[in-house]
């Protein structure tokens, strides 16, 4: 039996049956970095409540069929206002405004860092992978944008 799909690209039948629907994603610039790394797997839950803080997948503005991953800063007007954590790659809300609600693909719950390398298999590389391989992304705080701070703040 071939499960149906709805627009947004998800299985309408696990929706039916009322199973998690959850995922992996792989990311591929370095838009996230430090919080993720190409190469960096996630699992993902598609269609998840999202709230300031969240790093999720969505689609991008401009191209429908380029999905992007993101830190949720805040709601505003017409939207999500979403950036990236690394302040050198502006392909965020910077570059092309806010999000619309739809275009929210899935929220990530946990980062899955690659292996080592073929030439780092050292037990103490193996033991270091370990131990941070396995990450939850919980909400980070977010800062608040420079139009909310006082102007004795942004006079320093």
Same mark, same amino acid.
């Given at each position: 039996?071939?499960?149906?799909?709805?627009?947004?690209?998800?299985?309408?039948?696990?929706?039916?049956?009322?199973?998690?629907?959850? $995922?992996?994603? &792989?990311?591929? +610039?370095?838009?996230? !970095?430090?919080?993720? +790394?190409?190469?960096?797997?996630? !699992?993902?839950?598609?269609?998840?409540?999202?709230?300031?803080?969240? @790093?999720?997948?969505?689609?991008?503005?401009? =191209?429908?069929?380029?999905?992007? @991953?993101?830190?949720? !800063?805040?709601? *505003? &007007?017409?939207?999500?206002?979403?950036?990236?954590? +690394?302040?050198?790659?502006? +392909?965020?809300? =910077? &570059?092309? $405004?806010?999000?619309?609600? &739809?275009?929210? @693909? #899935? *929220?990530?719950? !946990?980062?899955?860092?690659?292996?080592? $390398?073929?030439?780092?298999?050292?037990? @103490?590389?193996?033991?270091?992978?370990? #131990?941070?391989?396995? =990450?939850?992304?919980?909400? #980070?705080?977010?800062?608040?944008?420079?139009?909310?701070?006082?102007?004795?703040? =942004?006079?320093?």
């Amino acid at each position: 039996m071939q499960e149906q799909v709805d627009e947004r690209g998800q299985e309408q039948d696990r929706e039916r049956r009322g199973l998690l629907r959850i $995922g992996l994603a &792989e990311v591929y +610039n370095p838009s996230m !970095v430090p919080t993720l +790394n190409p190469g960096d797997q996630l !699992v993902v839950q598609y269609g998840a409540a999202v709230r300031p803080g969240d @790093v999720v997948v969505l689609r991008h503005p401009f =191209r429908q069929d380029l999905l992007i @991953v993101k830190r949720v !800063v805040e709601r *505003r &007007e017409g939207g999500w206002w979403v950036m990236g954590d +690394n302040p050198l790659v502006e +392909n965020d809300s =910077r &570059e092309f $405004g806010t999000v619309p609600e &739809e275009f929210v @693909v #899935a *929220r990530a719950w !946990v980062r899955l860092r690659r292996p080592p $390398g073929a030439g780092q298999r050292s037990p @103490v590389a193996l033991l270091s992978w370990l #131990a941070s391989a396995l =990450r939850p992304l919980r909400a #980070a705080p977010v800062a608040a944008p420079a139009s909310r701070l006082s102007r004795r703040l =942004r006079a320093r």
